[in-house]
Protein backbone atom coordinates (compact mmCIF):
# COMPACT_ATOMS: atom_id res chain seq x y z
CA UNK A 1 0.00 0.00 0.00
CA UNK A 2 1.04 3.44 -0.63
CA UNK A 3 -1.92 4.47 0.87
CA UNK A 4 -5.25 4.02 1.83
CA UNK A 5 -6.84 6.74 0.43
CA UNK A 6 -7.62 6.68 -3.45
CA UNK A 7 -10.48 8.75 -3.82
CA UNK A 8 -10.71 12.40 -5.36
CA UNK A 9 -10.80 11.59 -9.48
CA UNK A 10 -14.37 13.00 -9.09
CA UNK A 11 -15.75 16.81 -8.59
CA UNK A 12 -15.93 15.84 -5.15
CA UNK A 13 -11.84 16.16 -4.63
CA UNK A 14 -11.56 19.04 -2.54
CA UNK A 15 -14.31 17.47 0.12
CA UNK A 16 -12.55 14.21 -0.57
CA UNK A 17 -9.18 15.06 0.40
CA UNK A 18 -10.76 17.20 3.68
CA UNK A 19 -12.83 14.75 5.31
CA UNK A 20 -9.52 12.59 5.27
CA UNK A 21 -7.51 15.45 6.61
CA UNK A 22 -10.07 16.07 9.04
CA UNK A 23 -9.88 12.58 10.28
CA UNK A 24 -6.34 11.98 10.68
CA UNK A 25 -6.61 14.63 12.33
CA UNK A 26 -5.63 17.92 10.72
CA UNK A 27 -6.67 21.32 10.48
CA UNK A 28 -7.13 21.94 13.73
CA UNK A 29 -4.36 24.49 15.53
CA UNK A 30 -1.54 21.84 15.65
CA UNK A 31 -1.83 21.61 12.02
CA UNK A 32 -3.33 24.74 10.32
CA UNK A 33 -3.59 23.74 6.91
CA UNK A 34 -6.96 25.24 5.08
CA UNK A 35 -8.21 24.72 1.50
CA UNK A 36 -7.71 27.51 -0.94
CA UNK A 37 -9.18 28.64 -3.45
CA UNK A 38 -7.72 28.61 -7.33
CA UNK A 39 -8.52 31.88 -7.77
CA UNK A 40 -6.05 33.20 -4.39
CA UNK A 41 -3.19 30.76 -5.54
CA UNK A 42 -3.59 32.00 -9.07
CA UNK A 43 -3.13 35.38 -7.97
CA UNK A 44 -0.45 34.96 -4.91
CA UNK A 45 1.76 33.44 -7.56
CA UNK A 46 0.85 36.71 -10.41
CA UNK A 47 -1.23 33.48 -12.47
CA UNK A 48 1.78 30.91 -12.24
CA UNK A 49 4.24 33.15 -13.52
CA UNK A 50 7.60 32.14 -14.62
CA UNK A 51 9.07 34.87 -12.86
CA UNK A 52 8.01 33.14 -9.87
CA UNK A 53 8.98 29.83 -10.08
CA UNK A 54 11.56 28.17 -7.54
CA UNK A 55 12.01 24.84 -9.58
CA UNK A 56 10.41 21.89 -11.31
CA UNK A 57 11.17 18.39 -10.19
CA UNK A 58 8.68 15.29 -11.17
CA UNK A 59 5.05 16.25 -10.11
CA UNK A 60 5.28 19.58 -11.83
CA UNK A 61 6.85 22.84 -10.75
CA UNK A 62 6.67 24.93 -7.90
CA UNK A 63 6.10 29.06 -7.71
CA UNK A 64 6.92 31.78 -5.04
CA UNK A 65 3.58 33.17 -3.73
CA UNK A 66 2.06 35.74 -1.28
CA UNK A 67 -1.46 35.40 0.04
CA UNK A 68 -3.54 38.82 0.36
CA UNK A 69 -2.56 38.35 4.13
CA UNK A 70 1.12 38.71 3.58
CA UNK A 71 2.02 34.68 4.11
CA UNK A 72 5.01 33.79 1.75
CA UNK A 73 4.30 30.39 0.27
CA UNK A 74 5.32 27.63 -2.02
CA UNK A 75 3.12 26.38 -4.37
CA UNK A 76 3.63 23.14 -6.19
CA UNK A 77 1.39 22.62 -8.99
CA UNK A 78 0.93 19.54 -10.61
CA UNK A 79 1.88 18.80 -13.97
CA UNK A 80 -0.51 16.46 -15.73
CA UNK A 81 -3.81 15.06 -14.32
CA UNK A 82 -2.98 11.12 -14.40
CA UNK A 83 -3.43 8.31 -12.05
CA UNK A 84 0.12 8.51 -11.00
CA UNK A 85 -0.03 11.81 -10.78
CA UNK A 86 -3.09 12.06 -8.53
CA UNK A 87 -1.73 9.35 -5.97
CA UNK A 88 1.36 10.97 -5.61
CA UNK A 89 -1.08 13.96 -4.78
CA UNK A 90 -3.04 12.03 -2.12
CA UNK A 91 -0.18 10.37 -0.09
CA UNK A 92 1.39 13.30 0.03
CA UNK A 93 -1.81 15.20 1.47
CA UNK A 94 -2.49 12.39 3.57
CA UNK A 95 0.87 12.00 4.60
CA UNK A 96 1.49 15.31 5.37
CA UNK A 97 -1.55 15.51 7.00
CA UNK A 98 -0.43 13.14 9.53
CA UNK A 99 3.14 14.95 10.67
CA UNK A 100 4.21 17.54 12.39
CA UNK A 101 7.82 18.18 13.56
CA UNK A 102 10.09 21.12 13.38
CA UNK A 103 12.08 19.00 10.43
CA UNK A 104 9.26 18.10 8.38
CA UNK A 105 7.81 20.22 6.03
CA UNK A 106 4.32 20.92 6.85
CA UNK A 107 1.09 21.38 4.97
CA UNK A 108 -0.05 24.75 4.38
CA UNK A 109 -3.02 23.69 2.13
CA UNK A 110 -4.14 22.68 -1.09
CA UNK A 111 -5.94 23.14 -3.60
CA UNK A 112 -8.06 20.20 -5.79
CA UNK A 113 -10.37 20.84 -8.27
CA UNK A 114 -11.68 18.65 -11.58
CA UNK A 115 -8.55 18.96 -13.58
CA UNK A 116 -5.94 21.03 -10.88
CA UNK A 117 -4.16 19.56 -8.02
CA UNK A 118 -2.03 22.24 -5.80
CA UNK A 119 -0.02 22.03 -2.18
CA UNK A 120 1.05 24.97 -0.31
CA UNK A 121 3.90 25.11 1.74
CA UNK A 122 5.57 27.69 3.70
CA UNK A 123 8.32 29.30 1.46
CA UNK A 124 11.58 28.09 2.57
CA UNK A 125 13.64 31.16 1.88
CA UNK A 126 16.99 29.27 1.47
CA UNK A 127 15.84 26.88 -0.69
CA UNK A 128 17.00 23.42 -0.85
CA UNK A 129 19.85 21.87 0.13
CA UNK A 130 20.47 21.24 -3.39
CA UNK A 131 20.39 24.80 -4.82
CA UNK A 132 22.88 25.11 -2.07
CA UNK A 133 25.61 21.86 -2.82
CA UNK A 134 25.28 21.90 -6.86
CA UNK A 135 23.31 24.85 -7.34
CA UNK A 136 22.22 28.67 -8.16
CA UNK A 137 24.32 29.05 -4.27
CA UNK A 138 27.30 26.65 -4.96
CA UNK A 139 29.82 29.49 -5.31
CA UNK A 140 28.77 31.65 -2.51
CA UNK A 141 29.30 29.21 0.00
CA UNK A 142 27.14 29.56 2.74
CA UNK A 143 27.15 26.13 3.77
CA UNK A 144 30.16 26.43 6.52
CA UNK A 145 31.11 23.18 8.06
CA UNK A 146 28.82 24.08 11.68
CA UNK A 147 25.65 24.53 9.19
CA UNK A 148 26.31 21.60 7.11
CA UNK A 149 26.41 19.46 10.58
CA UNK A 150 23.05 21.02 11.82
CA UNK A 151 21.19 20.27 8.34
CA UNK A 152 22.67 16.38 9.37
CA UNK A 153 21.21 16.26 12.78
CA UNK A 154 17.99 18.22 11.74
CA UNK A 155 17.47 15.92 9.15
CA UNK A 156 18.17 13.25 10.90
CA UNK A 157 15.63 13.75 13.85
CA UNK A 158 12.85 14.42 11.00
CA UNK A 159 13.33 10.79 9.61
CA UNK A 160 13.47 9.41 12.93
CA UNK A 161 10.61 11.34 13.90
CA UNK A 162 8.78 9.48 10.50
CA UNK A 163 10.44 6.15 11.27
CA UNK A 164 9.74 5.78 15.18
CA UNK A 165 7.47 8.26 16.19
CA UNK A 166 4.59 8.55 14.45
CA UNK A 167 1.84 6.23 14.20
CA UNK A 168 1.67 4.19 11.72
CA UNK A 169 5.10 4.44 10.94
CA UNK A 170 6.37 5.98 7.40
CA UNK A 171 9.07 5.36 5.55
CA UNK A 172 10.14 8.55 2.63
CA UNK A 173 11.17 6.67 0.42
CA UNK A 174 12.62 9.84 -1.45
CA UNK A 175 15.56 11.13 0.58
CA UNK A 176 17.88 13.43 -1.39
CA UNK A 177 19.32 17.03 -1.13
CA UNK A 178 16.49 18.33 -3.18
CA UNK A 179 13.83 17.32 -0.77
CA UNK A 180 15.81 18.99 1.69
CA UNK A 181 14.67 22.39 2.00
CA UNK A 182 16.38 25.13 4.13
CA UNK A 183 14.71 28.22 6.73
CA UNK A 184 16.28 31.23 7.16
CA UNK A 185 18.12 29.86 9.81
CA UNK A 186 19.53 27.08 7.71
CA UNK A 187 17.34 24.30 9.73
CA UNK A 188 16.63 21.71 7.49
CA UNK A 189 12.71 20.92 7.01
CA UNK A 190 12.02 17.30 4.78
CA UNK A 191 9.77 17.44 1.49
CA UNK A 192 7.78 15.56 -0.49
CA UNK A 193 6.53 12.34 0.56
CA UNK A 194 4.63 11.64 -2.59
CA UNK A 195 6.39 8.60 -2.54
CA UNK A 196 5.98 7.87 1.42
CA UNK A 197 4.54 4.54 2.63
CA UNK A 198 2.69 3.82 5.46
CA UNK A 199 4.05 0.69 7.35
CA UNK A 200 1.00 -1.34 9.26
CA UNK A 201 1.60 -1.94 12.68
CA UNK A 202 3.98 -5.24 12.91
CA UNK A 203 5.40 -5.16 9.13
CA UNK A 204 8.69 -5.03 9.14
CA UNK A 205 9.13 -4.67 5.18
CA UNK A 206 6.88 -4.67 2.22
CA UNK A 207 7.80 -6.10 -1.35
CA UNK A 208 6.87 -2.47 -3.82
CA UNK A 209 7.57 -1.19 -7.31
CA UNK A 210 10.47 0.64 -7.17
CA UNK A 211 10.32 4.90 -7.04
CA UNK A 212 13.07 7.43 -5.88
CA UNK A 213 16.30 9.08 -7.32
CA UNK A 214 18.97 6.58 -8.51
CA UNK A 215 22.14 7.20 -6.11
CA UNK A 216 20.21 7.50 -3.38
CA UNK A 217 18.56 3.90 -3.77
CA UNK A 218 19.33 1.05 -1.57
CA UNK A 219 20.57 -1.67 -3.21
CA UNK A 220 17.48 -4.26 -2.08
CA UNK A 221 15.14 -1.84 -2.66
CA UNK A 222 16.76 -1.04 -6.14
CA UNK A 223 17.05 -5.05 -7.05
CA UNK A 224 14.00 -6.72 -5.55
CA UNK A 225 12.15 -3.91 -4.26
CA UNK A 226 12.30 -4.63 -0.55
CA UNK A 227 11.27 -1.44 1.35
CA UNK A 228 11.88 -0.86 4.86
CA UNK A 229 13.00 2.26 6.98
CA UNK A 230 16.78 0.75 6.31
CA UNK A 231 16.58 2.11 2.86
CA UNK A 232 15.65 5.49 4.16
CA UNK A 233 18.85 4.99 5.94
CA UNK A 234 20.83 4.03 3.34
CA UNK A 235 19.66 7.55 1.48
CA UNK A 236 20.25 9.02 4.51
CA UNK A 237 23.94 7.62 4.43
CA UNK A 238 24.33 8.83 0.63
CA UNK A 239 22.62 12.81 1.51
CA UNK A 240 25.68 12.64 4.41
CA UNK A 241 28.64 11.45 2.32
CA UNK A 242 26.98 14.67 -0.28
CA UNK A 243 26.84 16.69 2.67
CA UNK A 244 30.40 15.85 3.66
CA UNK A 245 32.12 16.03 0.07
CA UNK A 246 29.98 18.20 -1.56
CA UNK A 247 29.88 15.69 -4.33
CA UNK A 248 27.14 14.65 -6.57
CA UNK A 249 25.65 10.64 -5.53
CA UNK A 250 26.13 9.99 -9.20
CA UNK A 251 29.06 12.28 -11.18
CA UNK A 252 29.96 11.87 -14.91
CA UNK A 253 33.39 11.51 -15.29
CA UNK A 254 34.51 12.91 -18.69
CA UNK A 255 34.00 10.40 -21.72
CA UNK A 256 30.23 9.85 -20.29
CA UNK A 257 31.57 7.78 -17.29
CA UNK A 258 29.55 7.80 -14.20
CA UNK A 259 30.61 6.80 -10.91
CA UNK A 260 28.73 6.81 -7.81
CA UNK A 261 29.91 8.63 -4.40
CA UNK A 262 30.90 5.87 -3.29
CA UNK A 263 33.03 4.04 -5.48
CA UNK A 264 34.99 7.84 -5.94
CA UNK A 265 34.84 7.18 -1.67
CA UNK A 266 35.45 3.82 -0.92
CA UNK A 267 39.18 4.02 -1.51
CA UNK A 268 39.99 7.43 0.35
CA UNK A 269 38.00 5.92 3.64
CA UNK A 270 40.03 2.36 3.52
CA UNK A 271 43.32 4.51 3.35
CA UNK A 272 42.07 6.92 6.81
CA UNK A 273 42.32 9.95 3.97
CA UNK A 274 39.51 11.63 5.55
CA UNK A 275 40.45 14.94 5.19
CA UNK A 276 40.88 13.91 1.78
CA UNK A 277 37.06 13.43 1.49
CA UNK A 278 36.10 17.07 2.57
CA UNK A 279 34.27 19.91 0.30
CA UNK A 280 37.18 21.64 -1.07
CA UNK A 281 34.89 24.78 -1.06
CA UNK A 282 35.19 24.85 2.81
CA UNK A 283 39.29 25.41 2.63
CA UNK A 284 40.05 23.50 5.33
CA UNK A 285 37.62 24.67 8.09
CA UNK A 286 36.28 22.04 9.29
CA UNK A 287 36.52 19.98 12.60
CA UNK A 288 38.29 16.91 12.03
CA UNK A 289 36.77 14.62 15.10
CA UNK A 290 33.47 15.27 13.43
CA UNK A 291 34.57 14.80 9.59
CA UNK A 292 35.55 11.15 10.34
CA UNK A 293 32.75 10.63 12.79
CA UNK A 294 30.74 11.55 10.18
CA UNK A 295 32.16 9.76 7.68
CA UNK A 296 31.76 6.42 9.94
CA UNK A 297 28.33 7.15 10.60
CA UNK A 298 27.86 7.41 6.60
CA UNK A 299 29.76 4.32 6.20
CA UNK A 300 27.31 2.59 8.73
CA UNK A 301 24.53 3.53 6.77
CA UNK A 302 25.15 2.65 3.26
CA UNK A 303 26.17 -0.83 3.98
CA UNK A 304 24.57 -3.84 1.62
CA UNK A 305 22.97 -5.33 3.76
CA UNK A 306 19.98 -3.67 5.41
CA UNK A 307 20.06 -5.75 9.06
CA UNK A 308 23.42 -4.34 9.59
CA UNK A 309 22.65 -0.39 9.44
CA UNK A 310 22.14 1.11 12.26
CA UNK A 311 18.37 2.58 12.90
CA UNK A 312 17.61 6.65 12.30
CA UNK A 313 17.17 6.47 16.46
CA UNK A 314 20.76 4.88 16.25
CA UNK A 315 21.71 7.49 13.95
CA UNK A 316 20.97 10.44 16.00
CA UNK A 317 22.62 9.08 18.74
CA UNK A 318 25.60 8.99 17.09
CA UNK A 319 25.44 12.29 15.50
CA UNK A 320 25.33 13.40 19.06
CA UNK A 321 28.08 11.56 20.32
CA UNK A 322 26.82 9.55 22.13
CA UNK A 323 26.96 5.78 21.55
CA UNK A 324 29.83 5.67 19.86
CA UNK A 325 32.40 3.41 20.91
CA UNK A 326 29.47 0.72 20.92
CA UNK A 327 29.04 1.59 16.68
CA UNK A 328 33.13 1.27 16.35
CA UNK A 329 32.88 -2.28 16.59
CA UNK A 330 30.49 -2.45 13.34
CA UNK A 331 31.78 -2.12 10.17
CA UNK A 332 33.01 0.86 9.06
CA UNK A 333 34.37 -0.26 5.14
CA UNK A 334 32.29 1.52 2.81
CA UNK A 335 31.29 -1.16 -0.07
CA UNK A 336 30.75 0.71 -3.39
CA UNK A 337 27.46 -0.14 -4.74
CA UNK A 338 28.48 -0.05 -8.34
CA UNK A 339 25.31 0.73 -10.73
CA UNK A 340 25.70 -1.29 -13.99
CA UNK A 341 25.86 0.60 -17.35
CA UNK A 342 22.30 -0.21 -18.24
CA UNK A 343 20.71 0.94 -15.38
CA UNK A 344 23.51 4.25 -15.77
CA UNK A 345 22.00 4.65 -18.93
CA UNK A 346 18.85 4.98 -18.06
CA UNK A 347 19.23 7.32 -15.37
CA UNK A 348 19.06 11.10 -15.83
CA UNK A 349 19.95 12.49 -11.95
CA UNK A 350 22.94 13.75 -12.19
CA UNK A 351 21.58 15.80 -15.14
CA UNK A 352 18.41 17.08 -14.20
CA UNK A 353 18.36 15.98 -10.55
CA UNK A 354 14.82 13.88 -10.84
CA UNK A 355 13.13 11.16 -9.28
CA UNK A 356 11.97 7.96 -11.30
CA UNK A 357 9.26 6.12 -11.05
CA UNK A 358 10.78 2.52 -12.82
CA UNK A 359 7.75 1.06 -14.80
CA UNK A 360 4.98 -0.62 -13.45
CA UNK A 361 4.52 -3.38 -10.93
CA UNK A 362 5.37 -6.09 -13.38
CA UNK A 363 8.59 -4.96 -14.96
CA UNK A 364 9.92 -2.87 -11.83
CA UNK A 365 12.59 -5.21 -11.13
CA UNK A 366 14.12 -5.55 -14.29
CA UNK A 367 15.94 -2.86 -14.87
CA UNK A 368 17.55 -3.34 -11.77
CA UNK A 369 19.13 -6.86 -12.97
CA UNK A 370 21.51 -4.29 -14.46
CA UNK A 371 22.90 -3.35 -10.42
CA UNK A 372 25.89 -4.85 -9.55
CA UNK A 373 26.43 -5.04 -5.85
CA UNK A 374 28.47 -6.57 -4.00
CA UNK A 375 27.15 -10.15 -4.81
CA UNK A 376 24.60 -9.45 -2.16
CA UNK A 377 22.18 -12.47 -0.48
CA UNK A 378 18.57 -11.37 -0.80
CA UNK A 379 18.89 -10.13 3.32
CA UNK A 380 15.09 -11.14 3.58
CA UNK A 381 15.43 -14.51 2.40
CA UNK A 382 14.97 -17.44 4.93
CA UNK A 383 18.86 -18.89 5.16
CA UNK A 384 17.88 -22.04 4.17
CA UNK A 385 17.27 -20.59 0.40
CA UNK A 386 20.62 -18.40 0.26
CA UNK A 387 23.44 -19.08 -2.00
N1 LIG B 1 8.59 25.16 0.25
C1 LIG B 1 9.53 25.54 -0.61
N2 LIG B 1 10.19 26.69 -0.42
C2 LIG B 1 11.15 27.10 -1.28
N3 LIG B 1 11.51 26.42 -2.37
C3 LIG B 1 10.90 25.26 -2.62
C4 LIG B 1 9.87 24.74 -1.76
N4 LIG B 1 9.44 23.57 -2.26
C5 LIG B 1 10.18 23.33 -3.36
N5 LIG B 1 11.05 24.35 -3.59
C6 LIG B 1 12.01 24.49 -4.71
O1 LIG B 1 11.44 23.93 -5.86
C7 LIG B 1 12.33 22.95 -6.42
C8 LIG B 1 11.49 21.86 -7.07
O2 LIG B 1 10.91 21.05 -6.10
P1 LIG B 1 10.28 19.64 -6.44
O3 LIG B 1 10.05 18.94 -5.17
O4 LIG B 1 9.11 19.81 -7.34
O5 LIG B 1 11.39 18.95 -7.32
P2 LIG B 1 12.70 18.18 -6.94
O6 LIG B 1 12.79 17.98 -5.45
O7 LIG B 1 13.85 18.87 -7.59
O8 LIG B 1 12.47 16.82 -7.66
P3 LIG B 1 11.46 15.65 -7.25
O9 LIG B 1 10.28 15.77 -8.15
O10 LIG B 1 12.28 14.48 -7.52
O11 LIG B 1 11.11 15.85 -5.80
C9 LIG B 1 13.17 22.48 -5.22
O12 LIG B 1 14.41 21.99 -5.59
C10 LIG B 1 13.29 23.75 -4.40
O13 LIG B 1 14.42 24.50 -4.83
MG1 LIG C 1 11.29 17.55 -4.27
Redesign the pocket.
Known amino acids: MGSSFSCCNSKNAEEGYATILLTIGGGNNSNPWRIFTYKELHAATNGFSEDYK?????????Y?GKTSDGLQI?V?KLKSMNSKAEMEFAVEVEVLGRVRHKNL?GLRGYFAGNDQRLIV?????N??L??HLHGQFAGDVQLDWKKRMKIVLGSAEGLLYLHHEVSPHIIHR?I?A??V?LDSNFEPLV??FGFAKLIPEGVSHMTTRVKG?LGYLAPEYAMWGKVSESCDVYSFGILLLEIVTGRKPIEKLPGGIKRTITEWAEPLISRGRFKDLVDPKLRGNFDENEVVQAINIAALCVQSEPDKRPTMREVVALLKGRDFNNAKGMSMRIKSVKYGEDLMALDQESDD???YDYGDESSAYGVFGALETQRMQDPYKPYGERR
Open positions: LGEGGFGSVWAKLYDYMPLSLSDKSNLADTGNN
